[in-house]
């Protein structure tokens, strides 16, 4: 096979007719073997979706738990549609890229008037609905024939093929390839075999090959493909974080751009500081009396971007929103922008993501 692109003619049979194979090969190891997941007890569209969107991004582990929470609050798509944002981002806290949440519930507005989409296409149309999603909701609530390929299935479908070509190209391939595969009944579980068998089994290092229903299907046996692209290397930034606190209340400001848009924060800016510099930065802001508590470091890792955080409690009576950032000194919000929280609500009410969450362990 030509790894620019793609089978040749011939080859191309050899690999229908292994996919064609593999209803009958998962289905039944499907059976036997899959995990007994919260979002497996019902194929009812609304909480399919749900499931897919928190794990776009989230660990299976770490998804079951909110899964449950956000179903008991928000049972239904009239509840999602009608429930107001600072509740709904307290529900997502702790899974991380909160643009899902916005996107769900724009799009759980759309579904509360319209009702639910059937086809994958339908589902496309939605906000924050991609292939692999549309695909695995059409496929899972309503038996439609759709692919959703995700990650876990080109790891699976390269190497059954052994197709070296590189893995950002094999999406829209196997999607294609794959949708004449579905077998006529159980379609859902076609899907979910697929993508239990990448996340059980055939694992990105050490695949259970000898384990595996496809073993004398598989071209590779091993964990040589998919072969990657060099990935760019992430943006590193520096922050110094402030936590101003009068020893009941603490500052904190709603982000309206960027990463983490529409969850709280701490005031930081935009460059590393040691003990002294960040007194400096505070009395050049205007902060007359003040005590600095000792600092913590973090990096929180995004998908692209890393933050290098120094965060510093800040003991004082006086008023942070009516400092002024110091001349040739950035910050991701101004001073003006901060509002006072009692330190309990914070933690109870405010969605304050795991990026800032550490912070708090610095307070008495
Ligand atoms: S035999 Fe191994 S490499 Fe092939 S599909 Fe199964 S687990 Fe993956």
Known sequence: MNEQTGPAAGEKDGRAEALARLPALLLPWYDENKRSLPWRESKDPYRVWVSEIM??????????????????????????????????FKLWEGLGYYSRARNLQRAARIVAEGGFPRTAQEWK?????????????????FEQPS????????????????????????????AAELAPAYPPARRGDFTQSLMELGATVCTPAAPQCLACPLFSLCKTRSDALPRRKEKAARRRLQKTLFLFFDGARLALYRRTAGVLKGTYAFFSAERAMNGEEAAAFLQGAGLHR??????AAHTHVFSHLEWEMTAYPVFTQEDASAL??????????????????????????????SAYRWCLALLP
């Open 324 to 353: 002024r950032l110091p001349a040739g000194e950035s910050a991701d919000a101004p001073f003006s922008a901060l509002l006072y929280a009692e330190k309990e609500a914070v933690v109870r009410e405010f969605s304050l993501p």
């Open 147 to 174: 692919p959703a390929v995700d990650g876990n299935v080109i790891r699976v479908l390269a190497r059954l093929l052994g197709d070296g070509r590189e893995q950002e190209t094999l999406k829209g391939a196997f």
């Open 55 to 88: 794990l776009q991004q989230t660990r299976v582990e770490a998804a079951k738990e909110h899964y449950r929470r956000f179903l008991a609050e928000l049972p239904t798509v009239a509840d999602l549609a009608a429930c107001d944002e600072k509740k709904l």
């Open 125 to 141: 149309k939605l906000p924050g609905v991609g292939d692999y999603t549309a695909g695995a909701i059409a496929s899972i609530a």
């Open 290 to 295: 003040f005590a600095l508590g000792a600092p």
